[in-house]
């Protein structure tokens, strides 16, 4: 039976965030992976506040499976490897990359979090928390590939419902000191689960998907933030009308809710950054409700050689937020 959560349980965040996609994976072997921690240090020098890292575990050969909305993919998207591509495993890059930096936050975009066990990827999250002070938050959705849920043993129709059983097993162990839980897939009682993690109830979750019944179901319940995918990403405007008006039918206050959107980094002719310009949409995108700001299209910390150009991107988002 779906508990509506109170609407009190997740609090806005009072400024807005700023931050970038790690690229984590590479069509063929990139010859190390040294390049990591120099990005991820260079943007907590820099004054990014957040950055995403994806998750695959296995690739079949459909690949062209990830253009099909029907089954989760992105319309006309294309998946930027082959089945052999290199990826790294997201929470566990996250864990070594918490070592080398102080303040920014790492988040999944997104985990395909019904793959792993929930005792277990309850545990590693609460762990990478405890041992970073409180900067990872988890960014899941059911993914579009079949192959992978068949490769783990999972029935690829039933991913939704095991995806809202994998984060209501992870809250229970991290909201009760003495954990139990009943349902259809698994029971447990008298469970003891430590350390819980440092952030007020527990890892943050955040939901993606378009704005369908399922989706925002599982937003209402677990959210603490949307990540838009496909139309809804698109126009983001309209998406989060649709966001707030499917949360609030659910009985929670959308106001809760933070949403990601990107935005791109706009270069001049020579190809120097236009700072001004780049920024031009924030203010409309603070008054349409978006909270964490992605640095999209022309940006790219591998390819953003020079430090100074990431620091000039942050002072001038500062500058329009007021931060």
Known sequence: MLV?????????????????????FSPDDP?????????????????IDRLALADHVVFGENLEAYSD??????????????????????????AHLTAVTERI???????????????????????????????VDVGVGVGWQR????AAGLDYSDRGAQLNHTL?????????????????RLQFSQIHQMPKPTQAKGVPIWVSGTVNKASMRRLARFGTGWIPWGPDAADITSGIAKMRAAVSAEGRNP????????????????????????????????ETGVTDFR???????????????????????????GR
Not at 4 to 21: C, F, I
Not at 70 to 93: I, N, S, V
Not at 105 to 132: C, E, N
Not at 147 to 150: F, P, Q
């Open 295 to 321: 640095l999209g299209s022309g940006f790219n910390l591998r390819a953003l050689d020079a430090e100074q150009r990431v620091r000039e991107l942050v002072a001038g988002f500062h500058a329009v937020t």
């Open 4 to 24: 509506k959560p109170l609407a009190t349980e997740v609090a806005m965040p009072t400024t807005p965030t700023l931050s970038a996609m790690l690229i984590t």
């Open 147 to 150: 192959e992978e849920y068949e």
């Open 105 to 135: 936050r790492f988040m999944t975009g997104i985990l395909i979090a019904a793959l792993r066990r929930p005792v277990v990827l309850a545990k590693t999250l609460a762990t990478i928390d405890v041992l970073s002070g409180g900067r």
């Open 255 to 286: 106001d809760d809710i933070e949403v990601v959107s990107s935005f791109a980094v706009v270069t001049r002719d020579d190809g120097s950054l236009d700072v001004e310009a780049t920024m031009e949409p924030v203010p409309r995108l603070i």
């Open 31 to 47: 010859g190390g992976w040294a390049h990591l921690a120099e990005q991820a240090t260079a943007a907590d020098r820099a004054g």
């Open 168 to 184: 209501e097993v992870c809250q229970t162990l991290w909201r009760q000191q003495v954990a139990e839980h009943s349902s259809d």
């Open 69 to 94: 909305p029907r089954t989760g993919g992105l319309a006309g998207g294309r998946q930027p490897t082959g089945p052999d591509g290199h990826w790294l495993e997201p929470l566990t890059t996250i």
